[in-house]
């Protein structure tokens, strides 16, 4: 068990340019969450996946978002035609589905990705 | 949706001191609710979870019980180190899938 695992760690572009993360979870883990923290605040979701699927996309998550999880193993967060705005740090997690009428499950972050748009 | 709202920070304690932590949320249905914890230059981990109303969470001398009747999960602990120093979010499940944070309070410890 080597954690998640996120690359880069920092990523610098200009405005306008188009941007990709990728976010290795744990092997074993089927679900796989995006989240999205500014400075100050706490992380927001973004987007998760079931094994390959994605179940659910948050009001965040423009068009200019795209995420991919092929082969329900590790996942890709891209950014197109990025903006100011998108400067953040971009958190993975997973964990193993739980069962149960409320999520109780315990997720395991990476360090994340933090991007700057100039 | 749900939601909470944690104390702003930063606490600044000495060691050994007693620490609380303010939480309250707002919530449809029964939900679960968890502290987080960020140390410095590391990734978020779970520190306690409680799943239903009157359950006491607790982990590192950490505790939190879940107070249905005050909407309520506050975060003590006796006395604190200088390694307890961290932000830390109180969360909230949203609805069965996700998990949704507090601002985050920043703790400091001081020896």
């Known amino acids: 068990d080597t954690g998640v695992s996120q690359d880069p760690r920092h990523k610098i572009t200009k405005r306008g340019q188009n941007v990709t993360f990728r976010c290795d979870p744990i092997?074993?883990?089927?679900?796989l969450y995006w989240y999205r923290q500014t400075l100050g605040q706490g992380p927001e979701f973004l987007t998760y996946?079931?094994?390959?699927?994605?179940?659910?996309k948050s009001r965040l998550l423009s068009d200019r978002f795209s995420a991919e999880r092929p082969k329900g193993s590790f996942s890709t967060l891209e950014i197109q035609r990025t903006e100011q705005g998108d400067s953040a740090m971009y958190l993975c997690?997973?964990?193993?589905?739980?069962?149960?009428?409320?999520?109780?499950?315990?997720?395991?972050f990476g360090s994340g990705t933090q991007l700057s748009v100039l | 949706g749900n939601s909470v709202t944690q104390m702003e920070g930063p606490v600044t304690l000495s060691e050994e001191a007693f620490l609380t932590i303010n939480c309250t949320y707002t919530?449809?249905?029964?939900?679960?609710l968890f502290w987080y914890v960020q140390y410095p230059g590391e990734g978020l981990q779970l520190l306690l979870k409680?799943?239903?109303?009157?359950d006491k969470g607790s982990n590192k001398g950490f505790e939190a019980t879940y107070r249905k009747e005050t909407t309520s999960f506050h975060l003590e602990k006796g006395s604190v180190q200088v390694s307890d120093s961290a932000v830390y979010f109180c969360?909230?499940?949203?609805?069965?899938?996700?998990?949704?944070f507090g601002a985050g309070t920043r703790l400091a410890v001081h020896p």
């Open positions: 919530a449809t249905g029964y939900p679960s």
């Open positions: 409680a799943t239903k109303a009157d």
């Open positions: 997690a997973s964990s193993l589905a739980g069962t149960g009428a409320s999520f109780n499950e315990k997720l395991f």
């Open positions: 996946f079931q094994n390959e699927a994605q179940l659910e």
């Open positions: 969360v909230i499940s949203g609805g069965y899938n996700k998990l949704i």
């Open positions: 092997s074993e883990h089927n679900r």
